[in-house]
């Protein structure tokens, strides 16, 4: 579950090293699981392995001279010269005793599959002159690819596009994942991604510390909250939604149902009168408490056993949605802002940033997407292509003081301590009006439960992703909520939990 920046995985690799396991070992290893990986893709036919002046190619030299020994009909084509090759890259290509063709899109031909094992994971700069042509024309040959590490072009650390890159079908990559095999745009390069074991101790991750994870049950798996035989709704949380007035008011009725699925003992939905009886008639088990003003509200936060609270979707932008902001986190209340709870601070976010710290350590989490984020954080907007959305979010979040859920294909979720997690796992359907106030719902919901604030985020991204992909395509928002008790049980069923 652990990912590692480009930096963190040769640091990896010097540690093994440094421990024995000498570097050339550790690329016989990586070349044997490339050709492994390869021989499943295609059963035959000739194979073209694509190879660049560094490990990377040399990773590229065992495969193909691994799947030769096998009896598969293979070629390479070298970026460089054979001679100028080092240390063991030049040991690798040693190991492959035919001719290479010339660096020359004309030399692709028509293979059965290609093996891109042109840059990997290390690429920094753009790519341009016979390394672009090349790349272009492997995309333009149709032949599935299977990419070494990352396919060539993808920044490992970003997940950037430099210039162009390849599209791979499958990607064998070592050790853990990098960064670029969760994020956009290099996720949609990656294809398929296995992780090979080439030797490396996890041992050496106590040493390097890696503060990024894959967002999967495993990297949460101690804080997901589950109810005990003496428990009752009281123990399991009371988490309080403020709704909008008349004119919008289902956004907050979606985010209360998400609460209530994700465990919540019981939700509230604070509404101002004139949506009183829109919001009493279409709720059942959620109820209802007229809240019109910051008083009111105040007196509301002043009972203790209400211990969640959600404030934005549909709550309407302006100073009444700011004051009820600013009293909660006066009041020290775990608390989810939401769409119109962050378009209220725009052109003012230090406002909101001084408050959170105000409440010292609070459990606070801001839900932004793409187009809510610049409006807190317009200085860390995507405009430079080698800025992730994992740096852009944890530089948010250190700033903000809260953790920050930035939302997209790749949801990422930081905390003011530097931890982050990437989820993978969200189906294209849930991108649809409404499932961002259910998922602000659920991870209020599990901050009821007493879920710490950055894990109560990262198990609502992935169990929202998972309610949507069991939902299936033709999803909406409404479906979120009635297919988490199937994500639930799975995870109970993952968990070991007796129901």
């Excluded at 590490?149 to 050790?175: H, R, W």
């Excluded at 296995?194 to 949460?220: H, K, M, Q, Y």
């Excluded at 949506?275 to 019109?292: E, F, H, P």
Aim: glycine share 10%; hydrophobic share 45%; charged share 20%.
């Amino acid at each position: 579950m652990e990912v590692l920046t480009t930096t963190e995985m040769e640091r990896a690799d010097r540690l093994a090293i440094a421990a024995g396991t000498p570097g050339f070992s550790l690329m016989l290893s990586a070349g044997q699981a490339v050709a492994s990986v390869a021989m499943d893709l295609v059963e035959e036919g000739p194979i073209l392995v694509i190879a660049g002046p560094g490990n990377n190619g040399g990773d590229g030299f065992v495969a193909a001279a691994e799947l030769a020994a096998r009896g598969r009909d293979v070629s390479v084509i070298l970026l460089c010269e054979r001679d100028s090759l080092q240390r063991d890259a030049a040991s690798a290509a040693r190991g492959w005793k035919y001719p290479v063709l010339p660096f020359n899109p004309q030399a692709i031909g028509k293979p059965a599959l290609i093996i891109d094992a042109l840059f990997g994971a290390g690429l920094d700069r753009p790519v341009k002159g016979e390394p672009l042509d090349m790349i272009e024309a492997i995309n333009a040959n149709g032949a599935p690819v299977l990419a070494v590490d990352l396919p060539s072009g993808i920044n490992g650390t970003t997940g950037a596009v430099m210039g162009t890159a390849v599209k791979a079908l499958e990607t064998v990559t070592f050790f853990r994942r990098k960064p670029a095999h969760l994020l956009l745009p290099g996720r949609r390069h990656c294809g398929r991604v296995r992780v090979a074991d080439i030797g490396i101790d996890a041992a050496v991750l106590a040493e390097i510390g890696p503060r990024t994870f894959e967002n999967v049950p495993s990297s949460w798996k101690g804080f997901y909250p589950v109810p005990t035989i003496d428990g009752h709704k009281y123990s399991r949380g009371h988490v309080v939604v403020v709704s909008g007035g008349i004119a919008a008011t289902g956004a907050a009725r979606l985010s209360a149902r998400g609460a209530l699925r994700a465990g919540a003992g019981l939700v509230t939905l604070a509404s101002p009168r004139d949506a009183l009886a829109v919001n009493a008639s279409a709720l059942t088990a959620v109820m209802v408490s007229q809240i019109d003003t910051v008083v009111e509200f105040a007196e509301l936060l002043n009972e203790k056993r209400l211990n969640g609270y959600v404030i934005g979707p549909g709550a309407g932008v302006g100073e009444r949605t700011r004051d009820f902001v600013l009293t909660a986190l006066a009041a020290k209340r775990s608390i989810v802002l939401d769409a119109d709870a962050l378009t209220s601070f725009a052109g003012r976010p230090e406002q909101l940033f001084e408050a959170i710290k105000r409440a010292h350590d609070p459990q606070v989490v801001l839900t932004p997407h793409e187009g809510e984020f610049p409006r807190l954080f317009s200085d860390l907007s995507n405009k430079y292509p080698l800025r992730s959305k994992l740096e852009r979010v944890r530089d948010a979040a250190e700033r903000s003081g809260a953790v920050v859920l930035l939302k997209g294909p790749d949801t990422t979720v930081a905390s003011p301590d530097g931890r982050a997690t990437i989820a993978a796992n969200a189906p294209p359907w849930l991108a649809t009006a409404g499932a961002g106030d259910v998922l602000s719902g659920m991870i209020a919901g599990l901050l009821g439960q007493g879920v710490p604030a950055f894990e109560a985020a990262s198990i609502a991204v992935w169990m929202h992703g998972e309610a949507a992909r069991e939902a299936g395509p033709g999803l909406i928002a409404e479906d979120l909520p009635e297919t988490l008790p199937a994500v639930t049980r799975r995870l109970y069923d993952e968990f070991g939990v007796a129901y």
